[in-house]
């Protein structure tokens, strides 16, 4: 079966320093992968996608990039953390070419100070 | 852009009573999905109708689409406290992402 694992769960981190989010699946191949962001009590903004390795697209400017170095790993990160990135932070993997259905990651949540 | 926008934002209701949510959205779709977000956690895909389906059951869920109203609404039936969540709805078309609603917060109390 396909899990998908994020890490670290928690995370409090000072303005301006650096930041690295990861996102792992397992149990399948050639997955699109998704970043999101919630805000408190809020809805999903999705960040970035992807379809393959090396393939990111976003879908909002922001602080914040996404790498996907290997099929099945996606990478969030910042090289300068703003008091407006804190937030739930959100991986998502759906099947490549019948997406019809997202499974999430348990999240992580980042407070920047 | 297509965006599901829940109804109510927040819902309050007793064990044992239905409990009715509404999501709504602006344009073509080929599928809707239902969410379940427990507190501090990721979301669970809870029920899938596709754009050419009216109604859809799992266990204590019914989900209706009416796409001439560009609407569905999520009906659980029997409500237990565990059922309290935060409950989405996303709407899909092929070749675009899922677009997300803002959520409906259901609290079941004992």
């Known amino acids: 079966s396909q899990t998908i694992h994020q890490w670290p769960a928690t995370l409090v981190q000072p303005v301006g320093s650096p930041l690295s989010l990861e996102c792992t699946v397992e149990g399948t191949s050639n997955p699109n992968l998704y970043w999101y962001r919630q805000a408190a009590g809020r809805g999903l903004q999705l960040l970035f996608y992807?379809?393959?390795?090396?393939?990111i697209s976003s879908e909002v400017p922001q602080n914040l990039s996404a790498s996907r170095p290997q099929d099945r790993q996606f990478i969030l990160s910042s090289k300068k953390l703003l008091l407006s990135d804190s937030g739930f932070y959100l991986c998502a993997w759906s099947v490549q070419g019948a997406s019809e259905t997202q499974y999430f990651g348990p999240g992580t949540r980042l407070l920047v100070l | 852009s297509q965006q599901g926008e829940e109804d109510p934002q927040a819902l309050s209701i007793q064990e044992g009573e239905n409990a009715t949510m509404n999501c709504s959205y602006k344009?073509?779709?080929?599928?809707l999905q239902w969410y379940r977000q427990n507190s501090g956690r990721g979301l669970v895909h809870l029920i899938l109708i596709r754009s050419n389906e009216r109604e859809k059951h799992s266990g204590r869920l019914r989900v209706t689409l009416d796409t001439s109203k560009k609407s569905s609404s999520l009906l659980i039936t029997a409500s237990r406290a565990a059922d309290t969540a935060s409950y989405f709805c996303a709407t899909y078309l092929w070749g675009q992402n899922f677009v997300f609603g803002p959520g409906t917060r259901l609290s079941v109390l004992p």
């Open positions: 992807s379809v393959g390795i090396g393939q």
């Open positions: 344009t073509s779709i080929n599928n």
